[in-house]
């Protein structure tokens, strides 16, 4: 059982649409990210959030807004989405974001845009 | 910037026997962490194993082991006794400290196929 919980695991939504992904961990973590995968590829870093304040924009088209309500929550809101966004979307979540804590993933959100 | 390369796009090893998965990575930090990553088709993440660069011994975790050369950036990861679940894509990954603070950086990963 994975410890990063990531609702819904599978969404569809036309490209007019607006739909949110969850994340949620409860292991005290501070730092959350939000990655997205495309089949066969590595994770590429979209947000991160380290004690609920947004660190790093890896320059993400604006359509993706990252919300962190609390320690334990992370949102990812989605708008206006286009076809090439239709991906693996991984929650992962680390005690902070120093090199000696690794980061978790959650099981992902598989999003295709029609 | 920080690098890592896996140069096997694809593997395949019989059940029971050994693999070694290859990775090599560039970084100008002198303290950072270098994991592997297991993604099976059920797509979730896992941490497999973990290496800090300061520590010269290779990190071992049940069938999985490391051989880490610092000088020579290169972090493999050997497979023993090989299991029909350690089918996954493997992704050797990169965590240091400076600019790239809590920037994970991964390689292209590696199909790997055990067959019965």
């Known amino acids: 059982d994975t410890e990063v919980t990531q609702t819904p695991k599978h969404l569809v939504m036309g490209m007019t649409n607006k739909k949110s992904l969850k994340c949620e961990q409860h292991?005290?973590?501070?730092?959350m990210y939000w990655y997205k995968q495309k089949a066969k590829k590595p994770p590429e870093l979209m947000f991160v959030?380290?004690?609920?304040?947004?660190?790093i924009n890896e320059s993400v088209p604006s359509r993706f807004s990252p919300e962190c309500p609390n320690s334990s929550l992370l949102n990812l809101h989605l708008h206006a989405l286009q076809p090439e966004d239709s991906a693996l979307y991984l929650c992962?979540?680390?005690?902070?974001?120093?090199?000696?804590?690794?980061?978790?993933f959650g099981d992902g959100t598989r999003l295709s845009i029609l | 910037a920080q690098t890592v390369t896996q140069s096997q796009p694809e593997m395949s090893v019989q059940e029971a026997e050994t693999v070694t998965l290859s990775c090599t990575y560039d970084?100008?930090?002198?303290?950072?962490?270098l994991f592997w990553y297991k993604q099976p088709p059920s797509r979730q993440m896992i941490l497999v194993i973990r290496q800090e660069a300061y520590k010269q011994q290779n990190a071992t975790e049940n069938r999985f082991s490391v051989n880490f050369q610092k000088a020579a950036k290169s972090f493999s990861l050997k497979i023993s006794d090989s299991q029909l679940g350690d089918t996954a894509m493997y992704f050797c990954?990169?965590?240091?400290?400076?600019?790239?603070?809590?920037?994970?950086?991964f390689g292209q990963g590696t199909i790997l196929t055990v067959h019965p």
């Open positions: 990954a990169l965590l240091a400290g400076g600019t790239s603070y809590g920037k994970l950086t």
């Open positions: 970084t100008s930090e002198s303290n950072y962490y």
């Open positions: 959030y380290s004690y609920e304040k947004l660190s």
């Open positions: 292991m005290g973590h501070r730092a």
């Open positions: 992962a979540s680390s005690q902070n974001r120093g090199q000696d804590k690794p980061q978790h």
